[in-house]
T-cell receptor, first 113, second 112 residues
Framework: NAGVTQTPKFQVLKTGQSMTLQCAQDMNHNSMYWYRQDPGMGLRLIYYSASEGTTDKGEVPNGYNVSRLNKREFSLRLESAAPSQTSVYFC????????????FGNGTRLTVT | GNSVTQMEGPVTLSEEAFLTINCTYTATGYPSLFWYVQYPGEGLQLLLKATKADDKGSNKGFEATYRKETTSFHLEKGSVQVSDSAVYFCALSGAAGNKLTFGGGTRVLVKP
């Protein structure tokens, strides 16, 4: 059972380059999320998709875009990377019911130089 | 808005010591509360949860009780092992659903 799969695991970009982080879940979950994790700041929500066909901004959406491609896949795009976007990015999913837990991928470590 | 505050780490313990990680929250309505654990190089995993006041969540020897009167959800374990070394996150899910709010995480290091 794969759960939540993120690719790539590591990425180095130069300032101004673009890239897309991929996320797929095989648990038939309705809701999907992108978080970033920075030292001392815990996890901050970038964007989320409550259900297929919808996306909403989280706490820190600036500089990012998302696409809910289908029920399984939710991608995060950096159009013009900045050093401030150096972070570890986590994708997560849940059924969408209020008390349901999040299931996380193993993360993408991104460095922007 | 919702917020979660947890004690800063790192917390360094010897094996078989008692562990407590404090967590307090601010939320409207009646949130569900969670503890997640993150082992090195991995994503977060659900450790335990509680969905209403006075509920006790438990798993792998860890416990936490939902205290509405003190808006707290402290994590405890009576006898830690080296394998418990990880970062622990307290989180809440508000009545509006869908979004979880996380605390800053507490790193725990257990020495043999």
């Amino acid at each position: 059972n794969a759960g939540v799969t993120q690719t790539p695991k590591f990425q180095v970009l130069k300032t101004g380059q673009s890239m897309t982080l991929q996320c797929a879940q095989d648990m038939n979950h309705n809701s999907m999320y992108w978080y970033r994790q920075d030292p001392g700041m815990g996890l901050r929500l970038i964007y989320y998709s409550a259900s297929e066909g919808t996306t909403d901004k989280g706490e820190v959406p600036n500089g990012y875009n998302v696409s809910r491609l289908n029920k399984r896949e939710f991608s995060l795009r950096l159009e013009s990377a900045a050093p401030s976007q150096t972070s570890v990015y986590f994708c997560a999913s849940r059924t969408g019911q209020e008390n349901s837990p999040l299931h996380f991928g193993n993360g993408t470590r991104l460095t922007v130089t | 808005g919702n917020s979660v505050t947890q004690m800063e780490g790192p917390v360094t313990l010897s094996e078989e010591a008692f562990l407590t990680i404090n967590c307090t929250y601010t939320a409207t309505g009646y949130p569900s509360l969670f503890w997640y654990v993150q082992y090195p190089g991995e994503g977060l995993q659900l450790l335990l949860k509680a969905t209403k006041a006075d509920d006790k969540g438990s798993n792998k020897g860890f416990e936490a009780t939902y205290r509405k009167e003190t808006t707290s959800f402290h994590l405890e374990k009576g006898s830690v092992q080296v394998s418990d070394s990880a970062v622990y996150f307290c989180a809440l899910s508000g009545a509006a659903g869908n979004k979880l709010t996380f605390g800053g995480g507490t790193r725990v290091l257990v020495k043999p």
